[in-house]
């Protein structure tokens, strides 16, 4: 499975991004979906997750309220709409997939991922 992530860039704190990931190489539907992003100096960690229906999605307390995710699986494609950014939201965004476990918020539990996308909130 190849993972792509687009969307990134610069915004003013205020203002929203909606990431895309697209998933290729096997039958997207199957794939559990998830968004985890990276600081620097941090660890990875959670942002939002989707199951492979689109049915359930889980957020990281910083994300709820702002953040929404989604997918369109005739697509290929799961997306982050951020809303409300400020400067602690810039990281590299990463998106990942695993077959098995349902919008799980722990990154090991993802067998692909993507290069990431940069997201930079200017204050």
């Known amino acids: 499975v190849q993972v792509v992530e687009s969307g990134g860039g610069l915004v003013q704190a205020g203002g929203s991004l909606r990431l895309s990931c697209v998933a290729s190489g096997r039958t997207f539907s199957n794939y559990n979906m998830g968004w985890f992003r990276q600081a620097p100096g941090k660890e990875r960690e959670f942002v939002a997750a989707i199951n492979q229906s689109g049915g359930t999605a889980k957020y990281a307390d910083s994300a709820k309220g702002r953040f929404t995710i989604s997918r369109d699986n005739a697509k290929n494609t799961v997306y982050l709409q951020m809303n409300s950014l400020n400067s602690e939201d810039t990281a590299v965004y990463y998106c990942?997939?695993?077959?098995?476990?349902?919008?799980?918020?722990?990154?090991?539990?993802?067998?692909?991922w993507g290069q990431g996308t940069q997201v930079t909130v200017s204050s």
């Open positions: 990942g997939a695993n077959s098995y476990y349902s919008a799980s918020a722990e990154s090991n539990r993802y067998t692909y």
